[in-house]
């Protein structure tokens, strides 16, 4: 026989051989015990003899995957769950030891692959399982298990070797093998449930489930043959516990073979389906099913319920589920499937069940619309498009028929309502035949310009949301592609059915992780986590640093934000890090951990993080250098916050094309920091202006240095004792020029003027110096200040002069919106005018509207101070954060 020619007759041949031989020793080991390894010749009645046990809620049905049962301990957990059920009847399904279907399948391609060592692998598999029933069983139960098995291995040998010579296995001599993994590892655990004291038998599912093979690597279940079926068996074998193989079953001719993909879980369901179970268990080494993937989202969460519908979504979307197919059998009869981890049994799992009418009636927000999101990668669009195509009858179907005769799996569909375009998701690796079938079978139409492409975009991943309540919620959709606008995502292409259990799109590769946070950050499943750089950790870099310290707690447990920081850069080196600083040791001295500055690696490093979905360059300093890069930061979709006056007040041109980008896009630029620290200058301009008033004339004291000098500049005091205190208390920067010679007044009246929509240049703005003509040059800050008191005279006359009639100085900055001018200078008040009325270093500005004509608003408070700037920057940060989806 084994001479024959290897095809069908010789594999029936080998076949029967094999199984008749394993007949007559069934028999024989059956009137001695129930151990047996091998499928029978099942010839049933068609009368069912004896009683048929009772179904329904009585029933509880739980499946234990490889990792459950890889070793005896385990195993021995296994049993202690099962012992604890307090169920009247259980049927319990197993699969193989852990990397047992592996093994097995590597044995038939040693086999047909002429590897002699299949045999010895084939004895590892002996020992696996022997060592493990030694350490669970003893006496003439390990006996008898082990004999069993021996013959067992025995027979395999044999069938091995029938591959081995034809070099050649095929479907069902695979499954026969394959499914051994199975048999051993529920004869084992039937055994420890006996020993344990617990009425057990074991069941070869092949003996009961039946199954019809399809084109589609899948198989359909005979369920009223598999029935009729089970009621013999449990007429036969009334036990309080059954232990039943997962994966194995039989065709209706009796021929062994598998569920294919996930085959324990759907034995598992159909199992609890045929008796009418009041749960199936399936146990795994999760607790439960995730909000999203949390090898890419952190911060998902365990699901406590989960639709049929939902779970199913979710599944054909590759989240780490079910299979769709394992939700069928339960379905029908309202059973719910619960997700346990066997590791974790103080976790509740999730249950995955048919919902109440009014479950989550009450909730509203859209956390309870949408469960969950999956993600496929390695998929690339088919856009088939022409004008050709609109109205054209048969051309989808003519589509898709190539694609089906090519074998490829389609993902998904869009098309357009003009029936201009179609496209769909197939598999990367399927992409270059579907579209080399398509261009062949399309020629003519392609050639006489019907078609005009069949276009190939690679490298997509698909991101769906599942929820079964969508449909009924307005505003899904929208909050869906708002977060990802503002995470710069670009979407290819939209599917989803009028059901809307799903809303799918199709992303880039690289952009599908970020994607994914972005959505599940939005939909309040996570904080809405922002990637931080600090640019520039001087004083106002460092104050906000500890801010962001003190505050961080907070901000994660009531506000729902994560802020956190990957890198910190100074002017010679930078610190970075994957998961975010310590900002309680980030002043510490860290030789190893620092690095040379060098900007480009740094917002590399911070944009570049795929599992944080948006970015913001916080930049403290005052440098050019780095202002000059915040227009290339936002095309790459990088928030800017800054307290830096240098790009606003910059090249006229380079100000417009930064504004222009901002408005174009979903990337933010904040800059509320640069006009009056932690005041709200910017945003009380803007917010009149967007109401509609029109701006007349701004005039304040906007330098917190210059306002405490001459708030302090009184009585007999001299100018450049003043200028002294106010230097040695930290308000005036290391070389009080830089403030005394109103540069900085005039970038921000410059900052306003363009705000207000005039369009000066620094140039265009006269300032009125306090530094001495003769000291403009001196070579050093000290220098300068041993210099200055020959100079208070000059000073001091003015103020003379402003007291005589009643008057202050004050150093002011104006906006003249109507001439369309601005200038900065040292004018005198009334000691009834509100500038008059300062104290400290607070900043003070006028707005002169259309509304506000008469009495001018006044915005007025610290204007300078660590603290304040770093608390205006705060600010911005938060309101980034609030526009990224964070409750406000």
Same mark, same amino acid.
């Given at each position: 026989m084994l001479g024959c020619r290897w095809g069908k007759p010789a594999d029936n041949q080998v076949f029967r051989m094999v199984y008749v031989r394993?007949?007559?020793?069934?028999e024989r080991i059956h009137a001695h015990s129930r151990i047996f390894a091998s499928i029978a010749d099942v010839s049933l009645d068609n009368s069912i003899e004896g009683a048929p046990l009772p179904k329904g809620d009585t029933w509880s049905v739980h499946k234990f995957g490889g990792t459950c049962v890889g070793t005896a301990k385990r195993i021995s957990n296994v049993a202690d769950i099962i012992l604890n059920d307090a169920s009247e009847r259980k049927l319990v399904v197993v699969s193989a030891m852990s990397q047992v279907t592996d093994m097995m399948y590597n044995l038939i391609h040693r086999a047909q692959s002429r590897d002699d060592s299949y045999t010895s692998a084939l004895d590892d598999i002996f020992e696996k399982h022997k060592l493990t029933a030694t350490e669970l069983l003893d006496g003439e139960d390990l006996d008898r298990f082990l004999s069993q098995m021996h013959d067992d291995i025995s027979n395999l040998k044999a069938m091995l070797r029938a591959i081995y010579i034809a070099g050649? /296995?095929?479907?069902?001599?695979? *499954?026969?093998?394959?499914? =051994?993994?199975?048999?051993?590892? %529920?004869?084992?655990?039937?055994?420890?449930?006996?020993?344990?004291g617990m009425s057990c038998n074991w069941m070869d599912t092949r003996d009961v489930l039946v199954v019809n093979p399809t084109n589609s690597n899948q198989v359909d279940p005979d369920y009223s043959e598999s029935q009729r079926r089970l009621d013999k068996w449990l007429s036969h074998n009334p036990a309080e516990t059954i232990i039943a193989t997962g994966f194995i079953a039989s065709t209706p001719e009796n021929i062994p073979t598998t569920l294919k993909r996930d085959g324990s879980d759907?034995?598992? /369901?159909?199992?609890?389906?045929?008796?009418? /179970?009041?749960?199936?268990?399936?146990?795994?080494?999760?607790?439960?099913?995730?909000? +999203?993937?949390?090898?890419?989202?952190?911060?998902?969460?365990?699901?406590?319920?989960?639709?049929?519908?939902?779970?199913? &979504?979710?599944?054909?979307?590759? %989240?780490?589920?079910?299979?769709?197919?394992?939700?069928?059998?339960?379905?029908?009869?309202?059973?719910?499937?619960?997700?346990?981890?066997?590791?974790?049994?103080?976790?509740?799992?999730? !249950?995955?069940?048919?919902?109440? !009418?009014?479950?989550?009636? *009450?909730?509203?927000?859209?956390?309870?619309?949408?469960?969950?999101?999956?993600?496929i990668d390695n998929l690339a669009l088919v856009n088939v498009e022409g004008t050709g195509m609109a109205g054209v009858p048969g051309t989808a179907s003519a589509i898709f028929g190539v694609v089906k005769d090519v074998g490829a799996n389609v993902i998904m569909i869009s098309q357009a309502s003009s029936e201009h375009s179609v496209c769909f998701a197939v598999p990367e690796k399927e992409v270059n035949a579907v579209a080399a079938a398509l261009q062949s079978r399309f020629r003519q139409a392609l050639d006489a310009g019907r078609l005009s492409q069949v276009e190939v975009i690679s490298n997509c991943s698909i991101l769906a949301a599942v929820g079964q309540k969508m449909a009924s919620t307005p505003g899904v959709s929208a909050s869906l592609f708002n977060a990802l606008a503002k995470a710069n995502i670009n979407v290819r292409a939209i599917a989803q059915g009028c059901s809307e259990y799903n809303i799918t799109v199709v992303l880039k590769r690289e952009d599908c992780i970020r994607a994914l946070k972005a959505v599940h950050s939005r939909f309040y499943l996570s904080k809405t986590t922002i990637a931080m750089g600090i640019i520039g950790p001087g004083l106002i870099g460092g104050t906000l640093l500890d801010q962001l310290r003190d505050q961080a707690a907070v901000l994660k447990e009531e506000f729902n934000i994560d802020l956190r920081v990957l890198g910190i850069i100074g002017s010679r080196t930078m610190t970075l890090s994957n998961l975010g600083i310590d900002l309680f040791k980030w002043r510490e001295p860290k030789d190893e951990m620092a690095e040379v500055a060098d900007l480009e690696k740094f917002v590399e490093h911070v944009h570049g993080n795929h599992f944080i979905p948006n970015t913001v360059l916080v930049d403290c300093? %005052?440098?050019?250098?780095? %202002?000059? =890069?915040?227009?290339?930061? $936002?095309?790459?979709?990088? =928030?800017?916050?800054?307290?830096?006056?240098?790009?606003?007040?910059?090249?006229?041109?380079?100000? $417009?094309?930064?504004? /222009?980008?901002?408005?174009?896009?979903?990337?933010?630029?904040f800059y509320e920091a640069t006009v009056g620290a932690?005041?709200?200058?910017?945003?009380?301009?803007?917010?009149?202006? &967007?109401?509609? *008033?029109?701006?007349?004339?701004?005039?304040?004291?906007f330098s917190g240095t210059l306002s405490y000098i001459f708030n302090n500049f009184v009585g007999k005091r001299a100018f450049s004792e003043v200028v002294a205190e106010a230097k040695q208390a930290g308000y005036t920067e290391p070389d009080p020029r830089d403030d005394l010679s109103g540069t900085d007044v005039a970038r921000k009246v410059i900052i306003l003027a363009r705000e207000s929509g005039l369009r000066l240049e620094l140039s265009d703005i006269p300032v009125q110096s306090l530094v001495p003509e003769p000291l403009r040059a001196s070579a050093s800050a000290e220098e300068f200040m041993q210099e200055l008191p020959k100079f208070d005279e000059d000073i001091a006359k003015k103020r003379q002069d402003a007291e005589a009639a009643g008057e202050v100085l004050r150093?002011?900055?104006?906006?003249?919106?109507?001439? +369309?001018?601005?200038? !900065?200078?040292?004018?005198?008040?009334?000691? &009834? =005018?509100?500038?008059?009325? $300062?104290?400290g270093s607070d900043n003070i500005i006028a707005f002169t509207t259309i509304r506000y004509k008469e009495q001018p608003l006044i915005v007025r408070g610290p204007g300078a101070g660590a603290q304040v700037t770093a608390g205006g920057i705060f600010s911005d940060i938060l309101r980034l954060a609030s526009y990224l989806g964070a409750p406000s």
């Open positions: 394993k007949r007559g020793r069934r050649h /296995a095929t479907e069902s001599f695979s *499954d026969f093998v394959v499914g =051994h993994g199975e048999l051993w590892a %529920a004869q084992m655990l039937s055994l420890v449930i006996k020993k344990r759907f034995s598992a /369901a159909i199992m609890g389906a045929l008796v009418r /179970a009041r749960q199936v268990t399936i146990w795994t080494d999760v607790d439960g099913v995730y909000s +999203a993937d949390p090898r890419k989202v952190s911060e998902a969460v365990i699901l406590k319920t989960l639709s049929y519908q939902e779970a199913w &979504e979710m599944s054909y979307f590759g %989240a780490n589920v079910l299979h769709p197919r394992t939700i069928i059998p339960v379905m029908k009869y309202n059973i719910p499937i619960v997700i346990r981890n066997i590791f974790n049994l103080s976790a509740t799992g999730t !249950v995955i069940c048919q919902p109440s !009418v009014n479950e989550n009636g *009450d909730c509203q927000g859209l956390e309870y619309v949408v469960k969950g999101f999956a993600t300093t %005052a440098d050019t250098n780095v %202002a000059n =890069h915040y227009y290339n930061w $936002l095309r790459k979709g990088i =928030h800017i916050i800054t307290p830096n006056k240098k790009a606003n007040s910059g090249p006229l041109d380079r100000y $417009l094309k930064l504004r /222009a980008l901002q408005r174009q896009s979903y990337t933010h630029y932690g005041l709200p200058i910017i945003s009380t301009l803007r917010g009149l202006l &967007e109401t509609g *008033d029109k701006i007349l004339r701004i005039e304040g004291i150093f002011v900055g104006v906006v003249d919106a109507v001439k +369309a001018k601005g200038h !900065v200078e040292l004018r005198r008040y009334k000691k &009834e =005018h509100p500038f008059a009325q $300062l104290s």
